[in-house]
């Protein structure tokens, strides 16, 4: 299966400022997904990643609020803009490996203060 | 009513136990996934079960479809298999998952 690189592991930014989450994949994936965990909660779906388009946003996030790149087949960046301490999360990247089989990032944990 | 339902939301047991973790679904599934997080945060893929039983080491996971219900186990519990155990239903169609709330499971020495 797919081996992803994550970083950074954790940070701690300002609020108001912004930070970019990187994830590159040992393979070439055609779907990319970008997970939030708020603290005590399970994981969200914040958008789906493919090559060549657009992020597909689920309901409750923005594009303005996180910017999606998806510049080749194994390499997607999610930026949390403008951040407040509500956005203090655990933030997973993953893809599809195989025939349903998921693999995920190692997580970035945000503190924003 | 949440879609993935996991039973319990907590659970200590002694070393040597042995641990089941429940899940129910509403969906429409692909698959049925289970995911084992670390304190970190990283997410470790356990089992992909479309129906039967799957096994790993000391790790089972069992399904069925029918009573759209899934079961994690664990023999000869180890301090080292403390983490959050997620059940993710893969929802039929649109690729993507629906999680469970989570199961933390601390196992005393």
């Known amino acids: 299966s797919a081996v992803i690189s994550q970083k950074p592991s954790r940070d701690i930014c300002q609020r108001g400022t912004s930070l970019t989450i990187q994830c590159q994949v040992d393979s070439q994936v055609t779907m990319m997904f970008w997970y939030r965990q708020q603290p005590g909660q399970s994981l969200t779906l914040i958008a789906t990643?493919?090559?060549?388009?657009?992020?597909?946003?689920e309901s409750g996030f923005v594009i303005d609020k996180f910017p999606i790149s998806r510049p080749n087949l194994t390499f997607s960046t999610l930026t949390v803009s403008n951040m407040s301490p509500e956005d203090s999360s655990i933030y997973l990247c993953?893809?599809?490996?195989?025939?349903?089989?998921?693999?995920f990032g190692s997580g970035t944990r945000l503190t924003v203060v | 009513k949440n879609e993935v339902e996991q039973s319990p939301q907590n659970l200590t047991a002694q070393e040597g136990e042995f641990i089941t973790i429940n899940c129910s679904y509403s969906?429409?599934?692909?698959?049925l996934h289970w995911l084992q997080q670390h304190p970190g945060g990283g997410i470790v893929s356990l089992f992909m079960l479309s129906s039967g039983k799957k096994k790993h080491g000391r790790l089972i996971a069992t399904i069925n479809i029918q009573e759209k219900h899934s079961s994690l186990h664990i023999t000869a519990s180890h301090p080292r298999d403390s983490a959050v155990y997620i059940c993710?239903?893969?929802?039929?169609?649109?690729?993507?998952?629906?999680f469970g709330q989570g199961t933390r499971l601390t196992i005393n020495p």
């Open positions: 969906v429409g599934i692909s698959a």
């Open positions: 990643a493919n090559q060549g388009s657009e992020a597909t946003y």
């Open positions: 993710a239903a893969g929802d039929l169609g649109a690729q993507k998952l629906v």
């Open positions: 993953s893809v599809t490996t195989g025939v349903y089989g998921y693999t």
